[in-house]
């Protein structure tokens, strides 16, 4: 089946760590995405990208990093310097441009040890 | 900076009424718009698109777009308690893919 596949579904960080949460899809698509989502809030954008080797950042991309070797695979870092990393990560695809709507993995529950 | 906004309820609404969820955009350039529902706990799953002034059915859910008024909705008929979530309105400015979300619409429909 076509989809997205994120792992861990949880995951948890120990002061001072990096941690990197995968994202995979074989839907073919160009564009990939990551985004935070705090309790009671929307989706905020953290990095994106259209195409491989290529990512731009989101609203708030500080203390967070991301790489894209190949098209199917976009993982996140989340780094020491991001000082309050709990949320649930979600990735997402889409056809880039046009009305093209964005799909999303099951995501990633972030917590502090 | 580019707003998404919405009521964040909770709306709640008798099994088998019509529930009617709001969504009002800064962005004069919008060009897409986007329906999610969100369980607890769970991602977003899209529910309906719309990009063209009017309405847009499928099944129970229909889209009302005015974009004068800046404003898109969400109508689902016959609710149902399995309809309970929280709905998320996306907006897609231009050529741009990205989407700016609201915080959503607290959902609740009781039997």
């Known amino acids: 089946d076509g989809g997205i596949t994120q792992s861990p579904k949880y995951l948890f960080r120990k002061e001072g760590q990096n941690v990197t949460l995968s994202c995979e899809q074989n839907l073919n698509h160009d564009a990939m995405y990551w985004y935070r989502q705090d309790p009671g809030q929307g989706l905020r954008l953290i990095y994106y990208?259209?195409?491989?080797?290529?990512?731009q950042k989101g609203d708030i991309a500080e203390g967070y990093s991301v790489s894209r070797e190949k098209k199917e695979s976009f993982p996140l870092t989340v780094t020491s310097a991001q000082k309050n990393p709990t949320a649930f990560y979600l990735c997402?695809?889409?056809?880039?441009?046009?009305?093209?709507?964005?799909?999303f993995g099951d995501g990633t529950r972030l917590s502090i040890l | 900076q580019k707003e998404v906004e919405q009521n964040s309820g909770p709306l709640s609404v008798p099994e088998g009424a019509i529930a009617s969820l709001n969504c009002t955009y800064s962005d004069r350039g919008s060009q897409s718009f986007f329906w999610y529902r969100q369980y607890s706990g769970k991602s977003p799953e899209l529910i309906m698109f719309i990009y063209s002034n009017g309405d847009k059915e499928d099944g129970r859910f229909t889209a009302q777009l005015n974009k004068a008024s800046q404003y898109v909705s969400l109508l689902i008929r016959d609710s149902q308690p399995s309809d309970s979530a929280t709905y998320l309105c996306?907006?897609?400015?231009?050529?741009?893919?990205?989407?700016?979300f609201g915080k959503g619409t607290k959902l609740s429909v009781k039997p």
């Open positions: 997402a695809s889409s056809i880039w441009g046009g009305h093209q709507p964005q799909h």
């Open positions: 996306a907006v897609k400015g231009g050529s741009q893919g990205n989407l700016i």
């Open positions: 990208s259209q195409i491989v080797n290529d990512f």
